[in-house]
């Protein structure tokens, strides 16, 4: 073409732009740190001045942010944005919102809905509950599984492999002094939910919260897919309603795990 390149030299440079901004962004995605250009550089195979003009690019339009401290790079709030949308929007979460709802209205507390990724569990929706104190939402979309009644309700649904797996990669931090950092406890603690059918955290992620939580199964009996909760202030929890509360949460997830199975083979 006189006066200008190839229409497809362009496309292939268009597309190798695009591979190179998103091994960037799934670099950070998978570093969970901030990350300096040299280092995305280095382990994306671009060159220096390459990726510090696609962060550039990036970071004005909120995919990735810069920290002030050691002016690493991270990703940005753009993703919680996309990523809130896209879960909000997702069947599951379509299918139990008006099962928390209704839950929330019987108990008065907060529901919540998760599903594990990667290691930890994701909020998909919740229900805030009606009480002067409840509660409170957290602003983290992503939270560790092993100090939560949800996380251990999707760890009792994966298979032995599976479990060693996590077991073998997880760091046990403890986040309150109730929270389990022990592995073989939390082999036990894991055990002992899968055969009971529920779980409890009382204090093991955020002080003052606790939680109450069963699976949702693909169809009456198939696999873990997610896990509702309720959750309240400690001064609340009683755990002579915990049988009640159970029995509730149970009953939400019967209907909705019918209703994913019914989902999946329509």
């Known amino acids: 073409m006189p006066g200008g390149r190839p229409k497809g030299e362009a496309q292939a ?49 909120g995919y990735v942010a810069q920290e002030q401290a050691n ?46 990724s990667e290691g930890e569990i994701v909020h998909l929706c919740k229900s805030g509950g009606k009480q002067a104190v409840s509660a409170s939402a957290r602003s983290a979309v992503r939270e560790p599984a092993y100090c939560t009644a949800t ?8 298979t032995p492999d599976e479990l060693k797996k996590y077991l073998e990669r997880v760091e046990l931090r403890a986040c309150t002094p109730q929270t389990i950092t022990s592995k073989t406890r939390l082999l036990r603690d894991v055990e002992k939910v899968r055969k009971a059918g529920f779980a409890i955290d009382i204090e093991e992620f955020v002080p003052n919260l606790c939680c109450v939580s069963v699976p949702i199964r693909d169809g009456e009996a198939g696999p873990i897919v997610a896990a509702i909760s309720i959750a309240m202030p400690k001064a609340r929890f009683k755990r002579a309603q915990i049988p009640g509360w159970r029995t509730l949460l149970q009953n939400k997830a019967l209907i909705i795990s019918q209703q994913v199975g019914l989902m999946d083979s329509g």
């Not at 809130?84 to 907060?110: F, N």
């Not at 996380?151 to 994966?158: A, D, P, Q, T």
């Open 151 to 158: 996380g251990k309700v999707l760890l009792s649904g994966l």
């Open 71 to 116: 002016r690493g790079y991270v990703i940005g709030h753009r993703f919680f944005q996309l990523g809130s949308a896209y879960l909000e929007g997702s069947d599951l979460a379509t299918i139990a919102r008006p099962h928390l709802e209704a839950l929330r209205d019987e108990v008065h507390e907060t529901a919540y809905l998760v599903a594990f």
């Open 13 to 61: 440079d268009a597309v190798k732009s695009i591979t190179k901004v998103l091994d960037i962004l799934e670099h950070l995605g998978a570093a969970k740190r901030a990350v300096s250009v040299s280092e995305l550089a280095r382990k994306t195979q671009i060159n220096v001045s390459t990726a510090y003009r696609l962060l550039q690019t990036l970071m004005t339009r």
